[in-house]
T-cell receptor, first 113, second 110 residues
Framework: EAGVAQSPRYKIIEKRQSVAFWCNPISGHATLYWYQQILGQGPKLLIQ????????DSQLPKDRFSAERLKGVDSTLKIQPAKLEDSAVYLC???????????FGPGTRLTVL | EDQVTQSPEALRLQEGESSSLNCSYT??????LFWYRQDPGKGPEFLFT???AGEEKEKERLKATLTKKESFLHITAPKPEDSATYLCAVAMNRDDKIIFGKGTRLHILP
């Protein structure tokens, strides 16, 4: 069974630039999550999708972050413009049902200079 | 305020020295409590789900237990390959939210 795919694995940008991350969940998984994990911290949920719809985006900084899940499959997370404090690993996860066991991708390590 | 707290932050053990990691939570309406293992440079990997107080789950050298306010991850006779960060996550009935703790960094010395 293929796991959760994420790209790119690493990204270095200057502050105020834009960046986008892509996630392909496990086939058939209805729920998709984006997390931000700062070094030494646990993952912080940014947004949670159930199929195409947003279940929870209460911790997404909506002035600069946006996410979409087209056709209930792949998802993209965008940051525009990036700040220094956005440097982190961005994890994507998927699960069969809402708040079930999650399968995580390898993450994208973002460095903002 | 909904909160998940893990302790200790870091733990160093000799190989074979058993211990426990703690995850305490204050949330309104527990839907489930999850334990994950995270190796450096990788995404978390699922270990256990617990749903109700008194429930226990075991896998190799790991055993997870749940009470109304906390969960323990017991590690028996650990080996160096058990070194990792162990994360606890709580899913709540209210608003379908999930909160992760900061994790416990476990280092097993050979």
């Amino acid at each position: 069974e293929a796991g959760v795919a994420q790209s790119p694995r690493y990204k270095i940008i200057e502050k105020r630039q834009s960046v986008a991350f892509w996630c392909n969940p496990i086939s058939g998984h209805a729920t998709l999550y984006w997390y931000q994990q700062i070094l030494g911290q646990g993952p912080k949920l940014l947004i949670q999708f159930q199929n195409n719809g947003v279940v929870d985006d209460s911790q997404l900084p909506k002035d600069r972050f946006s996410a979409e899940r087209l056709k209930g499959v792949d998802s993209t997370l965008k940051i525009q413009p990036a700040k220094l404090e956005d440097s982190a690993v961005y994890l994507c996860a998927s699960s069969l049902g809402l708040l079930g066991r999650q399968y995580f991708g390898p993450g994208t390590r973002l460095t903002v200079l | 305020e909904d909160q998940v707290t893990q302790s200790p932050e870091a733990l160093r053990l000799q190989e074979g020295e058993s211990s426990s990691l703690n995850c305490s939570y204050t949330v309104s309406g527990l839907r489930g409590l999850f334990w994950y293992r995270q190796d450096p440079g990788k995404g978390p990997e699922f270990l256990f789900t617990l749903y109700s107080a008194g429930e226990e789950k075991e896998k190799e050298r790991l055993k997870a237990t749940l009470t109304k306010k906390e969960s323990f991850l017991h590690i028996t006779a650990p080996k160096p390959e058990d070194s990792a960060t162990y994360l606890c996550a709580v899913a709540m009935n209210r608003d379908d939210k999930i909160i992760f703790g900061k994790g416990t960094r476990l280092h097993i010395l050979p």
